[in-house]
Structure formats: C-alpha cells, structure tokens
Nanobody, 121 residues
Framework: EVQLVESGGGSVQAGGSLRLSCTAA????????IAWFRQFPGKEREGVSY????????GYADSVKGRFTISSDNAKNTVDLQMSSLKPEDTAVYFC??????????????WGQGTQVTVSS
C-alpha cells in the first residue's frame, strides 16, 4: 500500500509562490503516477497536474498551465508542485494522489490528507 504525505501549504498574497511537496512511502515515485488535485468548498476534487514516473509524462489543467510546475525527485521519493503567480481562485485544499495517471480522480487509488493553500488579494 502506498502512503502519501503533503507538506508546504500556507498563506500567500496574490502574485506570490508556494511549493507543495508530496512524500511517498510503500513504493517509489519512479514507478508511480502522482497527481495533485485541489478541492474547493462544496466542490468535487479537480485535477491540477500529474507526472507519470515510468516515462516522465506530465499534464496540467488549463487553469494552471504556465503558472504551476510539477517535478519529481527520485532520491527523496517526492513529487513537488511549484505554484507561481498565485491567484485568490487558487485557494483550496490540495491533495496528492497515486494511481494510473491523468487528471481524473477515479484514476487514483491512494490519497494524502491534504494541505490548505490560501491566496489573499
């Protein structure tokens, strides 16, 4: 079983940056597809970005393209999400997930506990 722990959330002003980190246990990120999702109050979780460890394939939601960058560190067994040019509408709870790849939540079996990101205007 894969365990995931997110870190790096917090509060930032609009235009600022935050870096989220997802640490995996029970498997290695080079064998997993790891994605970042976010959830707004009262809404379904939506895919933000994913990276497929087996071949390095990367994908982003249109809403974050050009602002967010996903990367993996095999030595640390982590997948990071660098978020720049943050907007108030990026405020959400961010989750990392491990599964098959893609931006749909049903493609992922393992989830972290989530970390809050708050962007103030």
């Amino acid at each position: 079983e894969v365990q995931l722990v997110e870190s790096g959330g917090g509060s930032v002003q609009a235009g600022g940056s935050l870096r989220l980190s997802c640490t995996a246990a029970g498997s290695t990120v080079d064998k997993l597809s790891i994605a970042w999702f976010r959830q707004f109050p009262g809404k379904e979780r939506e895919g933000v970005s994913y990276i497929r460890g087996t071949d390095g394939r990367i994908g982003y939601a249109d809403s974050v393209k050009g602002r967010f960058t996903i990367s993996s560190d095999n030595a640390k067994n982590t997948v990071d999400l660098q978020m720049s040019s943050l907007k108030p509408e990026d405020t959400a709870v961010y989750f990392c997930a491990a599964g098959w790849g893609g931006l749909h939540r049903f493609q992922y079996d393992y989830w972290g506990q989530g970390t809050q990101v708050t962007v103030s205007s």
